[in-house]
């Protein structure tokens, strides 16, 4: 594989990753819930993840024609392939424990404004009974 392929992906996945990071941290921003310290280990839990699969998955993809060629190559190889599919799995678990956190932050986000709603409905109520 020609350096010329590698340096295209690189700077292709490093501009996804980027553009995925900036989503992700909207996202945190928009949860108000979470402490600072939960957000940032949440942020790098999710670079980590996006990284390490990009990295399988570059991996994967130089190794994978190479062995598909020839079965004495595959024979040699089909592990390694086995396991770079195993971390973008892995990644991917990742990924979604990481997704039903940070609904679960939402989710609290919502209860707490239900809870505010209420609490402002009870005061009004109040003030109503005491004219």
Known sequence: ?????????????TKEKLD??????????????????????????YENAITDRQLANLCFMNLYPQLKRDIDRHLMGGDKLSKYLERMTRSNDQLIKLA???????????????????????????DGDKH
């Open 1 to 13: 594989m020609s350096s010329e392929f590698s340096d295209k992906t690189k700077d292709g996945w």
């Open 20 to 45: 995925k990071i900036r989503d992700f941290d909207k996202l945190l921003d928009s949860i108000t819930g979470s402490s600072a310290r939960e957000k940032m280990l949440w942020r790098e839990i």
């Open 100 to 126: 039903e956190l940070i609904q679960k932050a939402r989710n609290n986000d919502d209860d707490l404004v239900d809870e505010n709603a209420i609490y402002e409905e009870m005061l009004k109520s109040a």
